[in-house]
């Protein structure tokens, strides 16, 4: 076994009893990226000496008596967190030079913690996508079948850690860009409650729905990335002020007198038999658990594309009003007057997508459409609120499919963003509410593609997702694998 | 059709982009697709739901009025596409 195989836990376990190096470790998640980056394509930058020479500082630290939760863990992170003194282009042409002058709040904790950084992440441009393929530096590609979509947005992110090149990374979910590409690249991942993790230096897409999590290859690595990450920060004011459980308590064995809520509305019509029999064998592991299984209702479910893609697009509008040209970021230099100068500079240097939902951003909120489209779409979104509301009241974690299909092929959607959209069915509407979403793996399809089961809970209760996650992993049996190409 | 040509030009501008013919055929074909499928909004009674703008009941975050160290003017400038050492430069506005 390569050390680049461990899980954050094992690794965590070895290099405390001095049994492995954080250089030993980080050089060999190095000389597997120099084995499969050029199918995986998970990276933007990469910066291999950079990380072995805080490997070594690590190392002399460790020795010194240094603590730290993941102190010498070679990680990566989504190119939209902001790193000091490292590009952070968000996928963009915009944000092509654009070097931070500060951390995010996560990579200040990860700092803390002794996490090392080997680079960052391929993703949708702004994190607009659900296939990654509108990076501009690269496109992640699934590290399990050749030609399929790694998903997105935080494509990058899942196909690095599924492949073996980081024991663990940071993604953000806007509509499912965590669960997603976990769920198409076979790896867990967590959305967390909004509010749970800082958003500050997170670059913004939809500030009311983004939230920064973690990806893994098993539970256990979630919930200790989850106690690296979580906590309240003044620098964003939706921070909640609240004591961070320690989430590794979650992972217990059992889950007797669980209720367990299947929501009818996300078994309907187009979903894969595949990834149905996938989810109901997970159902049939929590019954045989012990487990109550509840039918329960989300009757908005079938709204929840229609109001995601007006607010997402409305919030976004207003928060990449700031990419003008003057104090960062790409500039058009042609341009005569000022206004021409923020319209080439826009024109020249966003692509399809994300001019798409710019336009439809701004048409939901200007005058006269603004009670028709994003009011109108607000008030729904208190609808699908109190449905989670409701069906919490009678259940504990909600089970369902993540996506409707496993990974589908590259290129397929791309000029087609409506078929798009309606693929992200399942995932978006715990964004709209705020709840933490999770994807553990569940299986594989025929073809070799993973598929995850999606759990959802009530505010603030990623516990529970932990637990019924690690007693899925358990019985299926496929933690900590790592993709192989066939 | 749910929105028409000058109707996207008329954003696009308020967006400050702008767009070859090329993209303002496909915009106003895909804006229109959007516009029409989010339109079973209407479907729905929401004259007495109060909307959400937020997914936790917060109040107001406050801080205490005082003073904070700052960005250095050089950390502030070094991403800026044009500036003089002191301001961001931008083509001339009167």
């Known amino acids: 076994m390569q050390p680049y195989e461990l899980t954050m836990v094992q690794a965590m376990e070895k290099l405390d009893a001095g049994e492995l190096s954080s250089v030993e470790l980080t050089q060999s998640c190095l000389d597997r990226i120099a084995e499969v980056e050029s199918d995986v394509k998970s990276f933007i930058l990469l910066d291999g000496d950079a990380a072995l020479n805080r490997a070594k500082q690590t190392d002399v630290e460790r020795k010194a008596g240094k603590k730290g939760k993941i102190l010498g863990i070679p990680l990566g992170l989504k190119d939209l967190l902001c790193t000091k003194g490292i590009t952070t282009t968000c996928g963009s042409k915009i944000l092509e030079k654009f070097v931070p002058p500060y951390n995010a709040a996560v990579v200040e904790k990860i700092n803390d913690e002794g996490g090392v950084l080997l680079g960052k992440l391929t993703m949708d441009e702004f994190a607009m996508g659900s296939t990654s393929e509108s990076c501009c530096f690269g496109v992640p590609q699934n590290p399990w079948k050749e030609g399929y979509v790694a998903g997105g947005s935080s494509g990058g992110s899942a196909a690095s850690v599924a492949s073996g090149e980081c024991l663990v990374s940071l993604g953000s979910d806007t509509g499912g860009s965590i669960r997603q590409p976990a769920s198409l690249c076979g790896v867990v991942g967590i959305k967390p409650t909004y509010g749970s993790v800082s958003r500050y230096g997170l670059v913004a897409f939809a500030s009311s729905l983004d939230q920064i999590g973690p990806l893994s290859r098993d539970v256990a690595d979630s919930a200790l990335m989850m106690n690296v990450i979580s906590g309240y920060d003044k620098r964003d004011s939706t921070s909640v002020n609240r004591e961070t459980p320690d989430y590794s308590k979650a992972l217990t064995e059992g889950v007797a007198g669980l209720r367990v809520g299947v929501p009818r509305e996300y078994f309907g019509e187009g979903l894969d038999p595949e990834v149905r029999k996938i989810v109901e064998n997970g159902i049939d592991i929590l019954k045989r658990g012990g487990a109550t299984i509840v039918d329960v209702s989300l009757p908005h479910t079938d709204y929840c594309v229609a109001v995601y893609y007006l607010i997402a697009p409305a919030e976004a509008s207003s928060n990449l009003a700031r990419y003008d040209g003057v104090s960062y970021g790409f500039r058009d230099h042609d341009a005569e007057s000022l206004i021409d100068m923020y319209k080439q500079t826009r024109s020249t240097a966003f692509g399809a997508e994300v001019k798409r939902r710019i336009l439809i951003g701004t048409y939901a909120l200007s005058s006269g459409y603004y009670d028709a489209y994003y009011k109108k779409a607000s008030q729904v979104r208190t609808l699908i609120l109190n449905d989670f509301k409701s069906a919490?009241?009678?259940?504990?974690?909600?089970?369902?499919?993540?996506?409707?299909?496993?990974?589908?092929?590259?290129?397929?959607?791309?000029?087609?963003?409506?078929?798009?959209?309606?693929?992200?069915?399942?995932?978006?509407?715990?964004?709209?509410?705020?709840?933490?979403?999770?994807?553990?793996?569940?299986?594989?399809?025929?073809?070799?593609?993973?598929?995850?089961?999606?759990?959802?809970?009530?505010?603030?209760?990623?516990?529970?997702l932990l637990k019924v996650a690690y007693n899925i992993e358990k019985a299926v049996g496929l933690g900590a694998k790592i993709a192989r190409r066939q | 059709m749910k929105i028409t040509r000058e109707d996207i030009l008329h954003v696009a501008h308020l967006a400050r982009l702008n767009l070859s013919e090329d993209e303002l055929v496909k915009m106003t074909e895909q804006l229109d697709n959007i516009l029409s499928y989010v339109d079973k909004l209407s479907e729905l009674d929401t004259d007495n739901v109060l909307p959400t703008t937020h997914a936790h009941k917060s109040v107001n975050a406050f801080r205490e009025d005082a003073v904070m160290p700052s960005l250095p003017l050089e950390d502030a400038l070094a991403n800026a596409p044009e500036d003089n050492g002191q301001m961001f430069k931008v083509p001339r506005i009167i």
Not at chain 1, 414 to 431: E, G, H, K, M, R
């Open chain 1, 392 to 464: 919490f009241d009678k259940c504990d974690v909600l089970i369902s499919p993540v996506t409707p299909t496993p990974a589908w092929k590259t290129g397929e959607n791309v000029d087609d963003p409506l078929s798009t959209y309606l693929s992200d069915i399942l995932t978006l509407s715990a964004n709209l509410a705020g709840i933490p979403g999770m994807s553990v793996p569940g299986g594989f399809s025929k073809s070799g593609l993973p598929v995850g089961i999606q759990l959802q809970g009530a505010h603030f209760r990623e516990d529970m």
